[in-house]
C-alpha cells in the first residue's frame, strides 16, 4: 500500500508531502489543475521514462520518492530479499536533472531504471484513462483473461519455451542450409589432412633435413679441409705440435726456467699443446664421420623439395607445416561430426517443441476454463452499470501459428441489445458502452488482482447520472480490502470515497504553483458542491453537496 508520496520541485509543484491510508482516496480538481502531475510523479518512482521538462522551471532538479508498506505483498518482499535489500518497508526514489539525466534509488541503494519499473510492478496497478482503447485490442483481451485465470507466471514461462525452441529451429536451418558448403569444405580437408599425413613432416625434421643437407654437399670439402688441418697440428716436419715440443725443450734447459716469467710462459705453451692435441682429435673424428654419399643427398634434396612445394601449396613458409597440418586435422574432426550435431540439434529442437506444447495445452485448458466465469463477473457488473441487457460473452479460439503466449486468440464479444449475436467489441460498442465495459472489465481484473494499489485515472468517463453512482459504489467496494485511488470529474464518485484529495492550481505574480491536500468534512462538501454547481455555490448547491455525502458515506448493501 502507498503511505506516502513527497514531490520536490517537479512540474509547477515546488514542494509537496502526502500521508495516503487504505481504502478509495478520490482526487479532484478544476481542469489543467494538475490531477495528472501526482499520477506522473507516481509514474516516474515506478520506473517511468523520465523528461527533463518536467523539472520545475528555475530548478536544478525533480526530487520524488514513494514509501510502501510491504507486509501484504510477498511477490515485492520476495524481490527485495532476492537483491539483499531490506524488506521491512519499500522507499523508490527518483531524480531527475535539468539535463534530463536520471537516477534511482530503491532503499537508499542505487538502481537501473528497470529495476525500479520492475519492482514497481508488484507494488501497484495502474488503470488509464484511455484503458477501454486498449480494449479494442485482442492481446488486451487474452492478458486480462490470463491475469483473471492467475496465468501469467505460466505465460511468461511458455514465452522461454517457446523462444528456445526457435532458437533451435534457427540453429537448425542454418546448419541445413551450409550442409552443402560443408561437404565441400570436408572433401578439401580430407584431401589436404591427407597429403599432409604422406608427408609425415615431423616436429624438428625440417632444420635436420637442411643441416644433413649442407653436410653431404659439402663432405668432399669437409673431408680435404679437416685433414689439412689436422696435419698443421700434428706433421713431423713442422706441424704445431711438433714446433711446440721443440720450444718447451729448449726452454726447460734454460736457468730458472722453473720460476717468474719463464715458468709462466712455459705454462701457457703446455696448455697451447694440450688445445692443439684436442683439436686435432675432434678434426679426425669430424673427417672420419663424414662420408661421400651421393645417394643420402639425392634424398635428402628431395625429402627437402617435397616439404618446399607442398609449403608453396598452402602458403605458408615450410616450418608453419606441422602446425597447419594440426590445424586442418583439428578442423576435419570437428566437421566429420557435423552430421551427428546436426541430429542432436534436430532431437533437441523437437523435445523443446513438445514441451511447448505441453505447456500451451496446459494454458490453453486453463483458459477456456476461466472464460466463462470470467464472462459471468463481466455481466454482473455490467447490471449494476445499467447494461444488464447486453451479453457479454468471451471467445477462446485455438490458432495454427504457435506465439509466445500460446495457441490461443482471445476475443471480448458484446451483443449491446437483445436478439443480436455478440460481435467484437470495436464493431458494437458506442463510446460510452465502451467506457463502461472497460469499467465492468477494469474492476473485475482488480477484484483478481494480488496487488492491494489500484489506481484508477478517470475511468469513469463516459458515465453520468445513476450509473456515475454505482461507479463510485463499485469504486469504493474495492477499497475496503485494499488502497484505491481515483481520479474523477464526477460528484457522485468522489462523495463515495473514504478521503477525498483536492488538487488545486494557485498564480502569484508570475509564478504557478500546484497545491494538493486531503480535505475535512465542510471541504469535501464545498469540493463536491463546486462539481455539482460551478464557481458559484449556492445554499442548495451546498445542501445537495450536503446530503449525497451523507448518503454515500452510508453502508450500502
Known amino acids: 500500500m502507498l503511505v506516502q508520496l513527497a514531490v520536490r520541485d517537479f512540474a509547477i509543484v515546488e514542494r509537496l508531502e502526502l500521508d495516503l491510508g487504505g481504502g478509495m482516496t478520490a482526487i479532484t480538481g478544476e481542469t489543467g489543475a494538475g490531477k495528472s502531475i501526482l499520477l506522473d510523479a507516481l509514474g516516474l518512482c515506478l520506473g517511468e521514462r523520465a523528461d527533463a521538462a518536467s523539472v ?7 526530487d520524488l520518492s514513494a514509501r ?4 501484504r505483498l510477498p511477490a515485492a518482499r520476495a524481490w527485495l530479499e532476492t537483491r539483499e535489500l531490506p524488506a521491512d518497508d519499500c522507499l523508490l526514489r527518483r531524480v531527475v536533472t535539468r539535463a534530463g539525466r536520471s537516477k534511482a534509488w530503491i532503499n537508499g541503494q542505487p ?3 528497470a529495476d525500479l519499473k520492475a519492482l514497481g510492478e508488484t507494488l501497484i496497478e495502474i488503470h488509464g484513462q484511455h484503458a477501454h482503447q486498449a480494449l479494442l485490442r485482442e492481446e488486451t483481451h487474452r492478458r486480462l483473461l490470463d491475469d483473471f485465470a492467475g496465468l501469467g507466471a505460466d505465460v511468461a514461462a511458455l514465452g522461454e519455451t517457446f523462444r528456445h525452441w526457435q532458437s533451435l529451429q534457427r540453429r537448425l536451418k542454418q546448419l541445413a542450409d551450409t550442409s552443402d558448403e560443408l561437404q565441400a569444405r570436408r572433401q578439401l580437408l580430407r584431401y589436404q589432412v591427407e597429403e599432409l599425413d604422406q608427408l609425415a613432416l615431423a616436429e624438428g625434421e625440417l632444420a635436420a633435413l637442411e643441416r644433413e643437407q649442407a653436410t653431404l654437399a659439402n663432405a668432399e670439402q669437409i673431408i680435404g679441409d679437416t685433414q689439412f688441418a689436422v696435419d698443421c697440428c700434428e706433421h713431423d716436419d713442422g706441424g704445431a705440435l711438433n714446433l711446440l715440443h721443440q720450444a718447451l725443450s729448449r726452454l726447460e734447459a734454460l736457468p730458472g726456467s722453473e720460476r717468474g716469467a719463464m715458468a709462466e710462459a712455459r705454462g701457457m705453451l703446455g696448455e697451447a699443446r694440450i688445445q692443439i692435441e684436442e683439436a686435432a682429435r675432434e678434426l679426425r673424428h669430424l673427417a672420419d664421420a663424414t662420408e661421400l654419399d651421393p645417394e643420402r643427398l639425392a634424398h635428402v634434396e628431395e625429402r ?6 607442398i609449403a608453396r601449396k598452402h602458403h605458408v613458409m615450410p616450418e608453419e607445416l606441422t ?3 594440426a590445424t586442418l ?3 576435419l574432426e570437428s566437421l566429420e561430426g557435423g552430421d551427428q550435431d546436426l541430429e542432436a540439434l534436430s532431437a533437441e529442437a523437437e523435445t523443446a517443441r513438445e514441451a511447448y506444447r505441453q505447456q500451451a495445452r496446459r494454458i490453453g485448458d486453463t483458459r477456456r476454463q476461466a472464460a466463462p466465469a470470467f464472462a459471468e463477473e463481466v455481466q454482473s457488473q455490467l447490471g449494476f452499470l445499467a447494461m444488464g441487457k447486453a451479453h457479454f460473452a468471451v471467445d477462446v479460439e485455438e490458432r495454427d501459428t504457435p506465439q509466445p503466449e500460446g495457441l490461443e486468440a482471445v476475443r471480448f464479444l458484446i451483443s449491446a441489445n437483445p436478439g443480436q449475436p455478440p460481435r467484437p467489441l470495436a464493431k458494437v460498442a458506442s463510446g460510452g458502452e465502451l467506457s463502461r465495459i472497460s469499467l465492468a472489465i477494469q474492476v473485475v481484473a482488480a477484484t483478481h488482482s494480488t496487488i492491494s494499489t489500484l489506481v484508477f485515472d478517470e475511468v469513469d468517463v463516459g458515465v453520468s447520472g445513476a450509473t456515475a453512482e454505482i461507479v463510485g459504489q463499485l469504486l469504493r467496494r474495492l477499497g475496503t480490502n485494499g488502497q484505491v485511488m481515483t481520479v474523477t470529474h464526477l460528484p457522485q464518485v468522489a462523495a463515495q470515497a473514504h478521503h477525498h ?3 488545486e492550481k494557485q498564480t502569484a505574480e508570475d509564478t504557478t504553483q500546484t497545491q494538493m491536500a486531503l480535505l475535512d468534512g465542510a471541504g469535501r462538501v464545498r469540493e463536491l458542491a463546486r462539481m455539482l454547481g460551478g464557481v458559484h455555490l449556492s445554499d442548495q448547491t451546498l445542501a445537495h453537496a450536503r446530503e449525497m455525502l451523507s448518503a454515500s458515506q452510508r453502508p450500502h448493501h
Open 68 to 71: 510502501f508498506d510491504i507486509q
Open 329 to 331: 586435422r583439428d578442423e
Open 56 to 62: 520545475r522551471h528555475g530548478t536544478r532538479q525533480a
Open 111 to 113: 538502481c537501473t531504471i
Open 304 to 309: 627437402l623439395g617435397e616439404v618446399h612445394r
Open 501 to 503: 484529495l483536492h488538487i
Open 323 to 325: 602446425s597447419l597440418h
